[in-house]
Every structure is written in structure tokens, then in C-alpha cells.
């Protein structure tokens, strides 16, 4: 069975940082995209950044130049170094990993969610 999950949550004030870790664990061929969403109370889940397995990244607009995403393909895990936090980041945070799990089969796994909060 594939599980991922988040570590690395908290409560930080605003101005600081945090670094977020996700790991994919189970049994599986191998790892493409991994990325990190967000939702905020009454918010849509969205994209944070995301990586892919050559290390290609893309961020959302709000958090450009002061996210930094990156995985270790070694160890399965993806990390999000968070700065410059800001009370607007306050949210739960998701791991997403798209996984091969067959020759032909790839899956989208959720870790359970990290609780951020950026108090000002």
C-alpha cells in the first residue's frame, strides 16, 4: 500500500520560517510529480509548487521568491522551505504525489494535511 506523509507544521510568526518534508512510502515503481497544495478556511484547494521528477519546478504567484521547493529522489521525499511567511499563508498544507504503481499505471496519492499558521 502507498502512503504519503507530511511532517514539519506549526505555528510560526509572520517573517519567519518553516520547512515543510513529505514522504512517499509503500510499494511502487517510481515517483513523477510531487507538489504541495493549500487550503485556507473557506478557500479552494491550490497549487503551492510543484516539482517533477527531473526537478523542474513551478510556484504559485503569491509565493514566488519566497517558497523553495525540492525532493530527494533517493529518499522519495519532497520539502518545501517556506520564508518570509506571511499571516495569508496560514493553511492546511497537502502533499500530492503522482506515482507508478504499475508498467502502465500511475495514481495521484494525498498525504493527510500539515496545519500552518502565521500568526502576525
Known amino acids: 500500500q502507498v502512503q504519503v506523509a507530511e511532517s514539519g507544521g506549526g505555528l510560526v510568526q509572520a517573517g519567519g520560517s518553516l520547512r515543510l518534508s513529505c514522504a512517499a512510502s509503500?510499494?511502487?515503481?517510481?515517483?513523477?510529480?510531487m507538489g504541495w497544495y493549500r487550503q485556507a478556511p473557506g478557500k479552494q484547494r491550490e497549487l503551492v509548487a510543484g516539482i517533477t521528477s527531473g526537478g523542474s519546478t513551478n510556484y504559485g504567484d503569491s509565493v514566488k521568491g519566497r517558497f523553495t521547493i525540492s525532493r530527494d529522489n533517493a529518499k522519495n521525499t519532497v520539502y518545501l522551505q517556506m520564508n518570509s511567511l506571511k499571516s495569508e499563508d496560514t493553511a492546511v498544507y497537502y502533499c500530492?504525489?503522482?506515482?507508478?504503481?504499475?508498467?502502465?499505471?500511475?495514481?495521484?496519492?494525498w498525504g493527510q494535511g500539515t496545519q500552518v499558521t502565521v500568526s502576525s
Open positions: 509503500g510499494r511502487f515503481f517510481s515517483i513523477n510529480a
Open positions: 500530492n504525489a503522482v506515482i507508478r504503481v504499475g508498467v502502465l499505471d500511475h495514481y495521484d496519492y
